[in-house]
């Protein structure tokens, strides 16, 4: 486990001493701050708290997307700047007097945080969700932390093709439970309601016409797995009844059966819907909505997330042909990231899939793959990037008090985030797009970290 550390300079250098020997003796290395390298997690030392070391945490940590501990000296130290450091991307805060072995804290910490990083660049999640923007990653890390490390039921919430499901089956992929069982789907919008009962409960020979044969139901087969049901906000009232009960006490009868059987299953839930609305209006149970949202993921919709286009593109051509290294031209690029996707990812799926049935290879994909139906027109406005959405974000920055200043400067840092993103990492091709030289973006980059030492 290695970190870097930064030390503010009211810390003098005996306190240093002292905290740097504590750490080394809880098995933590560690490096000087100017030597770290990206996504390398770090330590910042502070003793009073100012506008300053919240500045210097948003800097350090792109917003959250890296992981730094802020720890104060003493509580005093600290006051009541906790929600302060969190909201300018610290993952974890506290004071060093708040127990005896605070390095010890952190070394546990940071053998989670290694462990679930090495699982996010895993193949398994990589081929899973793809995905590169900060607040993606943030949402991956959550998502691995809970498949690998609890067993707690959990509400994914989603518009349609989110890849709520894709979800569901990592989290089951991840359970390292002993003699894990299967990952059972029901969609529960397709559920006929005459035989639900034995959608879920299964039946014995005779329970009604036509069942010639006994039948295990959803319970039965997710025993020892993970049973996902797909939109719960359909079911109806009397079936969510019968749901909780199961859920809570974890048996069941079939249906025309008298024997109470056990099962043992991780429930995950998906919806499209508001289900708190949903529970205000009195089409979901109460009892049923907390019972089920133990954890509650909520999935960006993909125009949220207009980075990540580029290499989720990437991906559906790999699945398309496997075999070849295809690249796209310039114009099919950039029409794929300007497009909207009502239907989110699962969208994009399809038009990029409709694009490779029309790719007779070899070379580049161009504008003549693209069908004639999906072809942009007059009057589309896809040039347009200053839209409502871009107005709605300013507008929620005004109104949590943000400053000019520092709206700017989050377009400029996100600007260059999605560029050097999307050029693989490199910076002159980055440059490029922005419009600046390579000096200048290299510059820009390495300002705020030149400000920070200066401290």
């Known amino acids: 486990m290695t970190v ?54 948003h800097s350090v940590t792109h917003g959250g997307f890296e992981r730094v501990f802020a720890i104060a000296l003493s509580g005093s130290d600290l006051a009541k700047g906790t ?7 610290a993952s974890e805060v506290f004071a060093w007097d708040h127990s005896s072995k605070p390095a010890l804290e952190i070394a546990a910490r940071l ?38 490390y609890t067993v707690a039921d959990l509400l994914v919430i989603g518009e349609t093709g989110t890849g709520k499901e894709l979800v569901a089956r990592l989290v089951h992929d991840l359970d390292v439970r002993e003699n894990r069982g299967e990952l059972v789907v029901l969609d529960c919008s397709t559920i006929v309601p005459e035989l639900s009962g034995s959608e879920f409960f299964g039946h014995e020979r005779g329970a009604f016409t036509g069942a010639s044969q006994a039948r295990d139901g959803a319970f039965a087969l997710a025993n020892r797995g993970t049973l996902f049901l ?18 809570q006490e974890r048996t069941y009868k079939r249906v025309g059966g008298n024997t109470w059987h056990s099962t043992d299953f991780r429930l995950v839930c998906a919806t499209h819907r508001d289900l708190l609305e949903a529970v205000r209006q009195g089409t979901f149970r109460h009892d049923l909505y907390y019972r089920i949202a133990s954890w509650t993921l909520k999935l960006p ?15 559906f051509v790999r699945q398309a042909q496997p075999d070849a290294n295809l ?31 029309r790719h007779p ?8 793959d693209i069908p004639e139906e999906e072809r942009p027109g007059a009057g589309h406005g896809w040039d347009e990037w200053c839209d409502e959405s871009f107005g709605r974000a300013i507008h929620r920055a005004l109104s949590s008090g943000v400053r000019l ?20 990492g490199s910076l002159q091709r980055a440059a490029s797009r922005l419009g600046v030289t390579d000096r200048a973006l290299q510059m820009r980059r390495a300002h705020g970290n030149r400000t920070l030492r200066s401290n």
């Not at 810390?11 to 290395?29: F, K, N, P």
Request: hydrophobic share 40%; glycine share 10%.
């Open 83 to 89: 929600w302060g450091l969190l909201q300018a991307g």
């Open 111 to 148: 053998e989670r945080w290694e462990s679930i990083d090495r699982l996010v660049e895993s193949p398994l999640v990589q081929q899973t969700l793809i995905g590169g923007g900060g607040a993606w990653k943030r949402m991956v890390r959550r998502i691995v932390e809970l498949g690998r």
């Open 230 to 247: 797909d939109e719960v906000g359909e079911l109806p009232l009397s079936l969510q009844g019968q749901l909780l009960r199961v859920i």
């Open 405 to 424: 200043k520092d709206i700017g400067r989050a377009a400029e840092e996100i600007a260059v985030s999605i560029a050097v993103s999307e050029e693989n």
């Open 361 to 368: 290879g070899p070379g580049p994909i161009t504008v003549g």
């Open 4 to 57: 870097w550390i930064h030390f503010l300079p009211s810390i003098d250098a005996s306190s240093q001493t002292r905290l740097t020997r504590a750490l080394a003796e809880a098995g933590v290395s560690f490096h000087d701050f100017g030597e770290r390298q990206a996504f390398d997690p770090g330590i910042v030392f502070f003793g009073t708290l100012t506008d300053e070391v919240c500045e210097l945490i």
């Open 327 to 357: 690249e796209l031209d310039q114009a099919v690029s950039e029409y794929l990231v300007n497009r909207d996707y009502p239907g989110n990812i699962r969208e994009l799926r399809q038009v990029v899939m409709r694009i490779m049935d």
């Open 301 to 315: 919709p993909l125009r949220e997330r207009m980075q990540d286009i580029p290499r989720l593109v990437r991906h």
